[in-house]
């Protein structure tokens, strides 16, 4: 993904302001999900930290409007954290802010389902770099087709693999980034399927939070600097990454 990487200077002072912070800007809540989710004319979008790697740092999700200019926050997340965020049905896009990068997203929702996009944290030169990482329904039904499938042309395009850079295996390895898995093609079949995606039991292990107060200090403290890398990354970030991560509205899981 061609995408923005901070100014080292600002990557220094966030890795300061952001390292440990995750908890002392959230309020975890024991709430049922049932209750949480029972408005059926909205959707909801659990966003969520299903791993430890990179605990020091934290990543911030803002929901910005293109047109309007306009931001809300939806929260701080720390290792095994997750916010289930709710919304009106329709187009939304969404900024993260944390370790060395930023990354959006594009999520197209309908009422009466929950969407699921894992935050994942990856080694970076100095701190982590955080990615969007969806999971969609339409994933798992993918999964099944592509099982014992045979590795054609048709099938490599089909769902965008590309010959995997990091294969160690002697069989020929594809990853596809919208799948976010790896495949092993032996004797022209698949032969094993690398899902590399967090699993719904790992997210649903996660604690539940909510931002507090101090998110909210925080969030405006850091809106003018959010704003201005919104500004300048999102018309290219648009023409060329948005597809790769997109989330549309037959994507989710009926509540």
Not at 35 to 54: E, H, M, V
Not at 105 to 120: E, P, R
């Amino acid at each position: 993904m061609n995408f923005n990487y901070l100014k080292v200077g600002t990557l220094a002072l966030s890795v300061i302001l952001f390292t440990g912070c995750a908890s002392s800007l959230t309020t975890k809540i024991d709430t049922p999900i049932s209750q949480i989710t029972a408005d059926k004319s909205k959707s909801y979008i659990t966003f969520a930290r299903p791993q430890t790697l990179g605990a020091a740092l934290s990543n911030t999700v803002i929901e910005f409007d293109p047109s309007t200019k306009e931001t809300k926050l939806v929260g701080t997340l720390g290792s095994y954290d997750r916010i289930i965020y709710e919304t009106t049905p329709g187009t939304h896009f969404f900024y993260m802010s944390g370790g060395e990068n930023d990354d959006m997203i594009k999520v197209s929702t309908d009422n009466s389902k929950m969407y699921y996009v894992a935050t994942q944290v990856q080694f970076g030169l100095v701190a982590g770099r955080f990615y969007f990482k969806p999971i969609k329904s339409s994933t798992f039904k993918s999964l099944t087709l592509l099982k014992d499938s045979e590795c054609t042309d048709e099938i490599i395009e089909k769902y965008g693999f590309e010959k995997h850079e990091g294969q160690v295996d002697t069989f020929e390895q594809y990853k596809s980034n919208s799948l976010n898995v790896i495949i092993t093609c032996n004797g022209g079949k698949v032969s094993n399927i690398n899902n590399l995606n967090a699993s719904l039991d790992e997210i649903e292990e996660s604690d539940i939070i909510k931002p507090n107060e101090k998110a909210y200090i925080q969030y405006k403290k850091n809106l003018k600097d959010y704003t201005s890398e919104i500004n300048e990354d999102f018309d290219e970030w648009l023409k060329e990454d948005s597809k790769e991560t997109e989330i549309k509205k037959e994507d989710g899981f009926f509540l």
